[in-house]
């Protein structure tokens, strides 16, 4: 047997190797020939005469060979990485050759699997092969591995696709990269936003750092932009068979979230897409944007080599290509070489590629092809002339097909421009650009999710799908629970049930309703400091939302959302009434003492005004007897009855006869003090006296009081009949305060409701001292069953209170009510249901069908709606208005006896001759005078003689005490 030795291959001979299988004139050669080396020729030789080579011919080949070196030597030397797997790798070959050919290159190219130890050993391999650039086609993960790899060898990296936006480090100072960083693309996504108006939106993203860094950059756009919000930003992670996004899919079509970001890696798109299709999150209304890693390889969405049917509508960026005159001659000359008819594996990533291998050309040649280096990973050495190429680099200025390549100090090419472009016709099509100076242009047609033109809504319209876990307890009228024979939410029935069929109707949810495990609405432990009943249910998020009647409060606030109040409320304290024969002086009840007395006082105000115009009127009887005494005999009285001028005697001569001859036989017809005080004193219990004032300045003060009487006797009647029928003459508590000063009734209120939580919270002190002194109270039937036994004030919410009282006649509220609040459906913080709910009990209030439902449910209006306290009692200040009249009458009355004097003056001056109408009027005011001062002294010394008697009543019962 012949013993073979192999010897070692060098990455030159290799490179010979490659070149031996390429050229036309390797034929010479025979296999058996040995590999080449740079200072040694070994031959393979064979045993066998069959195979044994001339001299000339070896001679030939080894000729060839050494030429071929030194061709080979001439040429730089590029590195390419990447995965295996590329599903452009076909069309990047084709690149490479063109590339080789064009840029006069020798590009080795290494790819790798997931494996971080492939990604390495590939680095390490075209280390020690002598690249003088490496270049990138990866992620922005792989990317930062090979960084960290060659940057501490000062040898280039180039990235075609890494956008990450924090990949360049100082550790990794020799990372050049082609595609502009994710923050200008976060900058881009805010501006279309803008555009729709979308001031909302949802992020999905991989939980690895190119997913996170990604959008950094998009919320400090938004941030800095009021009314722009990130709803919610989701992190899923990747497992062995495929990216876990189930969960967090489930929980943006349970927030209602309509325009969704998806920021990953373009290897998982393709399945979280799909998955989002599977739960409904891909239809019409709903936005999905994706970025540039997945729109940039669109072939990463191919399902057996073809586009799904909802893609249709899909937004996304992606950087542009600027369609020179040299993309245009790249393209045709690529068309041609491969015999293809389309370019669409010419990609914006393969373009990028394709200019990186001639930048680095560029570079290299710059410089006057810098000396090969010579290292490996485990090198302590730096490659000498690193930093010069890589200072080219960033001072380099390119024309490639993609357009003018040149970078910034620190990495980062200048060329910012992205395409927003939208799936349709089973492509990407570009609708509009964005610039980092220009900023949004949109020329094209959008076509969105679901085939439709219009542009969706941020917030969702309807609940479609949606099901919904609804806190319930029972509490009429807004809900009661039904036993028997019933199941799920048919015992279920209410004001607040109706309500939420009506809203199911309109939004399409499904529902069920669930009990609170401890039967508590919601009330708070300071000593726990944790809340318990359904408002604990809605912190912990095990229910969507509680649709009754909970009474807002700021302590509720701070740990979840209330929606639109659909009904106001305030607190209101019930007390049963006592039966009215405990009070012998009912009667008096409907007056405050003051009326009484001001009532009396008008009486003798009245009285005596009506016998004082009776006395100096000259139209009454005693007046017109007094003229006649004083001026006239009876002669001239039945003279003057004959006169047909004579109008005021003259009227009364046929019941009076002789004024002065007959005084004695009408004194009883006399309207004295004493007789005006019987018959003004009549008028207190609605009768009258068959004496009346002959003078009309009299009738009309009497018309007067009893008009004033009318209205008195009217009201008192009124407010005595509902004091006896409601029979709460016996409460005797006019304000919930006054309870903390009283033993007579008990009081309390049902724990862990909103009416506690109000009255230890309230800044009077006196309400939680009510609140803590009172009964505790386990549920409204206990507290209900307390009130109706009486000697007991239950406090809590007037509605409630209300609608379960109804019937109770005897049950009466203490004072008014206080502490305000509004019924609203409790939701958790930052529910998504929120803003459609309010939406439609905004709309269902504005309507009716609120007050419909409540009518509906709350049966009768209460027939007892009386109040107890001092507004019962009726006062001066709201009885003014009938003193107010009767003191009107009084004036008028004064005016019209002053019209009666005036009036008997003319007609003195008319019947007398010689009389001057000053005299007429002295002579009538003299006898008025004459009468008044007499009968003022005797009433003086009437009540003079009254006040003695009182005094000495009084000294005696003293000196008795």
């Given at each position: 047997?012949?013993?073979?030795?192999?010897?070692?291959?060098?990455?030159?001979?290799?490179?010979?190797?490659?070149?031996?299988?390429?050229?036309?004139?390797?034929?010479?050669?025979?296999?058996?020939?040995?590999?080449?080396?740079?200072?040694?020729?070994?031959?393979?030789?064979?045993?066998?005469?069959?195979?044994?080579?001339?001299?000339?011919?070896?001679?030939?080949?080894?000729?060839?060979?050494?030429?071929?070196?030194?061709?080979?030597?001439?040429?730089?030397?590029?590195?390419?990485?990447?995965?295996?797997?590329?599903?452009?790798?076909?069309?990047?070959?084709?690149?490479?050759?063109?590339?080789?050919?064009?840029?006069?290159?020798?590009?080795?190219?290494?790819?790798?699997?997931?494996?971080?130890?492939?990604?390495?050993?590939?680095?390490?391999?075209?280390?020690?092969?002598?690249?003088?650039?490496?270049?990138?086609?990866?992620?922005?993960?792989?990317?930062?591995?090979?960084?960290?790899?060659?940057?501490?060898?000062?040898?280039?990296?180039?990235?075609?696709?890494?956008?990450?936006?924090?990949?360049?480090?100082?550790?990794?100072?020799?990372?050049?990269?082609?595609?502009?960083?994710?923050?200008?693309?976060?900058?881009?996504?805010?501006?279309?936003?803008?555009?729709?108006?979308?001031?909302?939106?949802?992020?999905?993203?991989?939980?690895?750092?190119?997913?996170?860094?990604?959008?950094?950059?998009?919320?400090?756009?938004?941030?800095?932009?009021?009314?722009?919000?990130?709803k919610h930003t989701l992190f899923f992670e990747l497992g062995k068979d495929g990216p876990i996004v189930s969960y967090h899919l489930k929980e943006l079509k349970a927030s209602l979230a309509k325009v969704i970001l998806l920021h990953c890696g373009s290897d998982y798109v393709r399945d979280i897409l799909k998955e989002a299709h599977?739960?409904?999150?891909?239809?019409?209304?709903?936005?999905?944007?994706?970025?540039?890693?997945?729109?940039?390889?669109?072939?990463?969405?191919?399902?057996?080599?073809?586009?799904?049917?909802?893609?249709?509508?899909?937004?996304?960026?992606?950087?542009?290509?600027?369609?020179?005159?040299?993309?245009?001659?790249?393209?045709?000359?690529?068309?041609?070489?491969?015999?293809?008819?389309?370019?669409?594996?010419?990609?914006?990533?393969?373009?990028?590629?394709?200019?990186?291998?001639?930048?680095?050309?560029?570079?290299?040649?710059?410089?006057?092809?810098?000396?090969?280096?010579?290292?490996?990973?485990?090198?302590?050495?730096?490659?000498?002339?690193?930093?010069?190429?890589?200072?080219?680099?960033?001072?380099?200025?390119?024309?490639?097909?993609?357009?003018?390549?040149?970078?910034?100090?620190?990495?980062?090419?200048?060329?910012?421009?992205?395409?927003?472009?939208?799936?349709?016709?089973?492509?990407?099509?570009?609708?509009?650009?964005?610039?980092?100076?220009?900023?949004?242009?949109?020329?094209?047609?959008?076509?969105?999710?679901?085939?439709?033109?219009?542009?969706?809504?941020?917030?969702?319209?309807?609940?479609?799908?949606?099901?919904?876990?609804?806190?319930?307890?029972?509490?009429?009228p807004f809900m009661y629970e039904l036993t028997g024979n019933c199941e799920g939410n048919s015992c279920w029935i209410g004001m607040c049930d109706d309500l939420i069929q009506r809203l199911a109707e309109d939004l399409g949810f499904t529902y069920d309703y669930v009990k609170p495990p401890d039967g508590h609405w919601g009330g708070?432990?300071?000593?726990?400091?944790?809340?318990?009943?359904?408002?604990?249910?809605?912190?912990?998020?095990?229910?969507?939302m509680v649709p009754l009647p909970l009474s807002t409060s700021s302590a509720r606030k701070e740990v979840i959302d209330f929606g639109y109040p659909f009904m106001d409320a305030a607190i209101q304290a019930i007390v049963k009434a006592e039966s009215g024969t405990n009070n012998p002086w009912f009667f008096l009840s409907p007056f405050?003492?003051?009326?009484?007395?001001?009532?009396?006082?008008?009486?003798?105000?009245?009285?005596?005004?009506?016998?004082?115009?009776?006395?100096?009127?000259?139209?009454?009887?005693?007046?017109?007897?007094?003229?006649?005494?004083?001026?006239?005999?009876?002669?001239?009285?039945?003279?003057?009855?004959?006169?047909?001028?004579?109008?005021?005697?003259?009227?009364?001569?046929?019941?009076?006869?002789?004024?002065?001859?007959?005084?004695?036989?009408?004194?009883?017809?006399?309207?004295?003090?004493?007789?005006?005080?019987?018959?003004?004193?009549?008028?207190?219990?609605?009768?009258?006296?068959?004496?009346?004032?002959?003078?009309?300045?009299?009738?009309?003060?009497?018309?007067?009081?009893?008009?004033?009487?009318?209205?008195?006797?009217?009201?008192?009647?009124?407010?005595?009949?509902?004091?006896?029928?409601?029979?709460?003459?016996?409460?005797?508590?006019?304000?919930?305060?006054?309870?903390?000063?009283?033993?007579?009734?008990?009081?309390?209120?049902?724990?862990?409701?909103?009416?506690?939580?109000?009255?230890?919270?309230?800044?009077?002190?006196?309400?939680?001292?009510?609140?803590?002194?009172?009964?505790?109270?386990?549920?409204?039937?206990?507290?209900?069953?307390?009130?109706?036994?009486?000697?007991?004030?239950?406090?809590?919410?007037?509605?409630?209170?209300?609608?379960?009282?109804?019937?109770?006649?005897?049950?009466?509220?203490?004072?008014?009510?206080?502490?305000?609040?509004?019924?609203?459906?409790?939701?958790?913080?930052?529910?998504?249901?929120?803003?459609?709910?309010?939406?439609?009990?905004?709309?269902?209030?504005?309507?009716?069908?609120?007050?419909?439902?409540?009518?509906?449910?709350?049966?009768?209006?209460?027939?007892?709606?009386?109040?107890?306290?001092?507004?019962?009692?009726?006062?001066?200040?709201?009885?003014?208005?009938?003193?107010?009249?009767?003191?009107?009458?009084?004036?008028?009355?004064?005016?019209?006896?002053?019209?009666?004097?005036?009036?008997?003056?003319?007609?003195?001056?008319?019947?007398?001759?010689?009389?001057?109408?000053?005299?007429?009027?002295?002579?009538?005011?003299?006898?008025?005078?004459?009468?008044?001062?007499?009968?003022?002294?005797?009433?003086?010394?009437?009540?003079?003689?009254?006040?003695?008697?009182?005094?000495?009543?009084?000294?005696?019962?003293?000196?008795?005490?």
């Open positions: 047997m012949n013993n073979v030795r192999t010897p070692r291959k060098t990455s030159q001979l290799r490179a010979g190797e490659e070149l031996l299988e390429r050229n036309p004139y390797r034929a010479p050669c025979h296999r058996g020939v040995g590999y080449l080396g740079p200072d040694e020729l070994r031959f393979e030789r064979n045993v066998s005469n069959k195979y044994r080579i001339p001299m000339l011919r070896t001679l030939l080949c080894i000729t060839l060979l050494f030429h071929i070196s030194l061709v080979q030597t001439s040429k730089e030397k590029v590195g390419l990485l990447y995965r295996k797997g590329e599903p452009y790798e076909a069309a990047w070959r084709n690149l490479i050759s063109h590339a080789e050919e064009n840029f006069n290159l020798t590009i080795l190219t290494r790819e790798y699997g997931e494996a971080l130890l492939e990604k390495v050993e590939a680095c390490c391999q075209l280390i020690s092969e002598g690249v003088s650039v490496m270049i990138s086609s990866a992620s922005s993960l792989d990317t930062a591995v090979h960084a960290d790899v060659v940057s501490p060898l000062h040898i280039p990296l180039v990235s075609v696709s890494a956008t990450d936006p924090y990949l360049r480090t100082s550790d990794r100072d020799y990372l050049i990269r082609l595609s502009p960083p994710d923050n200008y693309q976060g900058r881009a996504i805010h501006d279309l936003m803008e555009h729709f108006s979308w001031k909302e939106i949802s992020i999905l993203a991989s939980s690895d750092s190119y997913g996170m860094n990604g959008i950094v950059e998009l919320q400090n756009s938004i941030n800095k932009h009021q009314g722009h919000t990130v599977t739960v409904g999150l891909m239809g019409v209304g709903y936005v999905w944007i994706i970025t540039e890693a997945s729109v940039s390889q669109p072939a990463s969405l191919l399902y057996n080599g073809s586009y799904v049917s909802y893609y249709e509508g899909l937004i996304g960026l992606r950087a542009a290509v600027t369609k020179t005159d040299s993309y245009k001659k790249f393209k045709d000359s690529y068309l041609t070489s491969s015999n293809k008819t389309s370019a669409d594996d010419l990609t914006i990533y393969s373009l990028l590629m394709y200019d990186a291998f001639g930048l680095a050309s560029s570079v290299l040649k710059s410089i006057g092809s810098p000396k090969q280096p010579n290292l490996s990973c485990f090198s302590e050495n730096k490659w000498t002339q690193g930093m010069e190429v890589l200072e080219s680099f960033f001072s380099a200025e390119f024309n490639g097909v993609v357009g003018k390549i040149n970078f910034t100090s620190s990495g980062v090419s200048r060329r910012i421009v992205y395409d927003i472009v939208n799936f349709k016709d089973d492509n990407f099509q570009t609708v509009g650009s964005w610039h980092n100076s220009s900023l949004i242009n949109i020329y094209g047609k959008f076509t969105f999710l679901g085939g439709t033109h219009q542009v969706p809504s941020y917030i969702a319209n309807d609940l479609e799908g949606v099901h919904l876990k609804l806190g319930a307890l029972a509490e009429g708070y432990n300071p000593v726990t400091k944790r809340w318990n009943g359904l408002i604990n249910e809605l912190i912990e998020e095990r229910i969507d405050d003492k003051t009326v009484f007395a001001a009532l009396l006082m008008v009486n003798f105000i009245v009285a005596m005004l009506i016998g004082i115009m009776s006395k100096i009127s000259p139209m009454g009887i005693h007046g017109a007897r007094l003229h006649a005494m004083k001026l006239c005999t009876c002669r001239s009285c039945d003279m003057l009855r004959s006169e047909t001028g004579a109008n005021i005697l003259r009227k009364r001569s046929n019941s009076t006869g002789c004024l002065v001859d007959k005084e004695e036989d009408k004194s009883s017809q006399e309207t004295s003090l004493y007789n005006s005080i019987w018959m003004v004193g009549t008028g207190l219990v609605g009768k009258n006296t068959r004496l009346l004032p002959y003078s009309m300045s009299g009738r009309f003060l009497l018309f007067s009081w009893w008009f004033f009487m009318l209205i008195i006797m009217s009201v008192y009647t009124a407010n005595l009949t509902a004091f006896m029928t409601l029979s709460n003459l016996g409460v005797q508590i006019d304000d919930v305060q006054n309870l903390l000063g009283q033993t007579k009734y008990e009081w309390g209120v049902i724990g862990n409701r909103n009416p506690e939580t109000l009255l230890l919270t309230n800044k009077n002190k006196v309400y939680s001292q009510i609140a803590q002194n009172g009964v505790a109270l386990g549920s409204l039937e206990e507290a209900l069953e307390k009130l109706r036994n009486g000697s007991f004030v239950f406090i809590d919410e007037g509605p409630i209170l209300r609608h379960h009282l109804k019937d109770d006649c005897d049950m009466f509220p203490i004072g008014n009510e206080f502490q305000s609040f509004e019924y609203s459906f409790g939701l958790p913080k930052g529910s998504p249901y929120k803003n459609l709910v309010d939406k439609y009990l905004l709309e269902y209030r504005e309507k009716g069908l609120i007050d419909f439902y409540w009518s509906k449910w709350s049966a009768k209006k209460a027939l007892c709606d009386q109040k107890v306290g001092n507004d019962v009692v009726l006062d001066m200040k709201m009885l003014g208005g009938a003193f107010y009249i009767l003191g009107a009458g009084v004036c008028l009355s004064l005016l019209i006896v002053t019209g009666e004097i005036l009036y008997s003056t003319v007609a003195d001056y008319m019947r007398y001759p010689g009389i001057t109408f000053y005299r007429a009027l002295k002579s009538r005011l003299d006898l008025r005078r004459e009468y008044l001062i007499p009968q003022a002294s005797k009433i003086g010394g009437t009540i003079s003689r009254i006040g003695m008697n009182i005094g000495s009543v009084r000294n005696s019962l003293v000196q008795l005490s």
